[in-house]
């Protein structure tokens, strides 16, 4: 089955909720360069990403490579094909239906907002109102090579409001068009450049002057014509700062709940390990259970549910965690941590259980040997358990080298998402990089190769967002 779906514009929140369990349940998902990277965030640990280009000039797969994929996976699994607006305005959704009815592939169209309103509507302009425009005209100002198949005469008697989309690059072939058809010259004109994102910028002049005002922002830009500009009122307040948060989708809610408006690419995964390890280990014989993530608590209460047991085997266990947010996820098993050490960070946590003499340790399969060490220091007697692995997501690459170099600030919750971003990076980020703890900072620094711009004062969302509003005043 194959769903075309609409991703609406910038605004991450633009989006159908039927879009948006199309992609939380696809197998594959075919995507556009001008989808928010957002939109990907939830999507299911096996789901393949193919990144389909689609810039003006520069295509990364052509057309016809698509509609093959489209093909050659829908007849047996859940494909999205995510396209940026509405599928079937000027985005070639009919193309594809078309193709798809041919071959005999199921499909499904699940419309998106498009920027031929969308955008308009952020800035304040109506596109229709009573007493100046009963209509509104939607053209691409993107022409195929070999010949002007536009109207401009047609469209230069209309009365109502005219919207140009791909036209940027074309602005003073249509605003010298228009004219010479007869439209006044002096007819109000907007250009919207980034609509309904962070960098959202509209321009206003008249339609002679179009050509300068493109001038003035960069693409992707709509194009307004008409009497309804002058109805203009600001309500959208953008920020014009872009952050990026590369942690797990559970710290990202916590980015939003703290009322941080992020760019969510999570780069790393977590892939359970040693269950058959875990199902043989004597929990109840204990005295400490230490967690170094929350990753790691969710494993372990999954497998704890998987062997059928509950929260009886823990009898008078003592429970630590490395910081505040990992506390919160014990929580939510019923469960309230009895040690915390005051700064997030491994190493603290490590000191603070180094006179343990029966400690479960309970981490990723891939952690680095510093806790240990400092255990082993002090004489600890502990098992290690090793239940999950932190890995590097790298179908995330091409989303986050679409995006890295228009971000003001990219966040480290950990060092495994500044590992990843290292790898996955393609060096173009002149971004400030933030992280949550100084123990976190000590190891990106030490192993990673990127200089942190400041360390969160304290390991949480509200941490992080105290230094990018201090950074901001």
């Not at 499909?107 to 998106?112: S, T």
């Not at 358990?385 to 790298?394: G, K, P, Q, S, V």
Request: a neutral charge; glycine letters at 8%.
């Amino acid at each position: 089955m194959v769903y075309l779906v609409g991703a609406g514009t910038g605004d991450s929140g633009l989006i159908t909720v039927k879009g948006c369990k199309c992609i939380e349940n696809a197998d594959i998902i075919i995507y556009d360069n001008l989808i928010n990277p957002s939109l990907l965030a939830g999507i299911k640990s096996d789901c393949r990403l193919i990144f389909a280009g689609k810039i003006a000039g520069n295509h990364h797969m052509t057309q016809d490579m698509i509609n093959d994929e489209l093909v050659k996976y829908g007849s047996t699994l859940n494909v999205v094909r995510l396209k940026g607006g509405d599928p079937f305005i000027f985005g070639r959704g009919g193309e594809e239906a078309e193709y798809l009815f041919k071959h005999n592939i199921q499909y499904e169209i699940i419309p998106g907002i498009s920027s031929c309103y969308s955008v308009a509507e952020y800035s304040g302009i109506p596109v229709t109102y009573r007493g100046v425009a009963s209509s509104f005209h939607v053209i691409t100002g993107h022409e195929k090579d070999g010949g002007e198949t536009v109207n401009y005469k047609t469209l230069a008697k209309l009365n109502g409001t005219l919207v140009f989309l791909m036209g940027h690059k074309f602005a003073e072939n249509i605003s010298r068009r228009l004219i010479e058809s007869g439209k006044d010259r002096d007819t109000k004109a907007a250009v919207v450049s980034r609509g309904t994102t962070e960098r959202h910028t509209c321009v206003l002049g008249t339609l002679k002057n179009l050509a300068e005002l493109t001038e003035k922002v960069p693409p992707p830009a709509v194009i307004i014509i008409g009497n309804t500009v002058g109805l203009k009122r600001d309500w959208f307040k953008p920020n014009n700062i872009k952050i990026l948060a590369t942690g797990t989708e559970k710290m990202n809610k916590s980015l939003i709940q703290a009322g941080l408006n992020i760019t969510q690419i999570p780069l790393i995964k977590i892939t359970p390990q040693n269950f058959d390890i875990f199902k043989k280990t004597d929990l109840s014989a204990y005295s400490h259970i230490a967690f170094t993530s929350a990753a790691g608590i969710d494993v372990f209460f999954d497998y704890l549910k998987k062997i059928k047991k509950d929260l009886r085997i823990l009898g008078n266990i003592k429970f630590a965690v490395v910081g505040k947010k990992t506390a919160e996820a014990l929580e939510k098993h019923g469960i309230f941590a009895d040690i915390i050490p005051e700064e997030h960070s491994g190493i603290c946590l490590a000191h603070k259980l180094g006179n343990c003499k029966n400690l479960l340790l309970v981490r990723a399969q891939n952690s680095s040997d510093d806790f240990t060490d400092i255990l082993d220091k002090n004489n600890a007697v502990y098992t290690d358990l090793r239940i999950y692995r932190t890995e590097t997501d790298f179908r995330k690459k091409e989303i986050l080298n679409l995006c890295e170099e228009d971000m003001d600030y990219v966040i480290f919750s950990s060092g495994s998402a500044a590992k990843a971003f290292a790898e996955l990076s393609n060096g173009t980020s002149k971004s400030k990089f933030i992280s949550i703890g100084p123990g976190t900072t000590q190891v990106i620094e030490k192993n990673y190769g990127l200089k942190i711009y400041k360390t969160a004062p304290t390991a949480d969302a509200e941490g992080i967002k105290k230094c990018i509003e201090e950074d901001m005043t």
